[in-house]
């Protein structure tokens, strides 16, 4: 599982350097698909990171407002800063933690039951779908998008 999360962290960073040519105007432009834009869809799949897994310790999940995050480096100053949060808990993973019921109390009444590992399995893939979305964005833009590649990223070191 740290595998996919250390996966996700370095897309996430040479998605970044790829945006950092884009003017602004193009990082908040209203696309279809994604979270709506490049920016939002960032300050999105960050969000949906820290929130699920501070919800799972049974910590505070206070909502972030997008407004206040309207250029690139203050989308990545919130990733930092959230990150900490998210790699303790990544690194602290433990196979016990995988079937640990989750109750999600919705506000209509609805309750689901999920297991922690699905959870986060569903963080790290609701990760990689986005970073899809963006490569289409970079393909509409005319430009090469990153590599979603595993092979390369040096997460596994060979014996």
Same mark, same amino acid.
């Given at each position: 599982m740290e595998?996919?999360?250390?996966?996700?962290?370095?897309?996430?960073?040479?998605?970044?350097?790829?945006?950092?040519?884009?003017?602004?105007?193009?990082?908040?432009?209203?696309? @279809?698909g &994604? =979270?709506?834009?490049? #920016?939002?869809?960032?300050?999105?799949v960050i969000d949906v990171e820290w929130s699920w897994l501070q919800l799972l310790q049974g910590k505070p999940d206070e909502a972030e407002d997008f407004?206040?995050?309207? @250029?690139? &480096? =203050?989308?990545?100053? #919130?990733?930092?800063k959230l990150h900490l949060d998210v790699e303790?808990?990544?690194?602290?993973?433990?196979?016990?933690?995988?079937?640990?019921?989750?109750?999600?109390?919705?506000?209509?009444?609805h309750v689901e039951l999920a297991a922690w590992g699905e959870?986060?399995?569903?963080?790290?893939?609701?990760e990689i779908h986005h970073m899809g979305q963006l490569s289409v964005w970079a393909r509409e833009l005319g430009e090469e998008p990153v590599s979603a590649n595993v092979i390369g990223k040096r997460l596994i070191q060979p014996d």
């Open positions: 595998t996919f999360f250390r996966y996700n962290w370095i897309v996430r960073e040479q998605w970044y350097t790829w945006c950092a040519d884009l003017p602004p105007e193009e990082l908040l432009r209203q696309r @279809t &994604g =979270a709506g834009s490049i #920016l939002k869809t960032f300050f999105h407004a206040h995050y309207q @250029t690139l &480096g =203050a989308v990545r100053d #919130l990733d930092r303790l808990f990544v690194r602290a993973w433990e196979p016990s933690m995988e079937k640990r019921a989750y109750i999600d109390r919705r506000t209509d009444g959870i986060v399995r569903h963080v790290i893939a609701h």
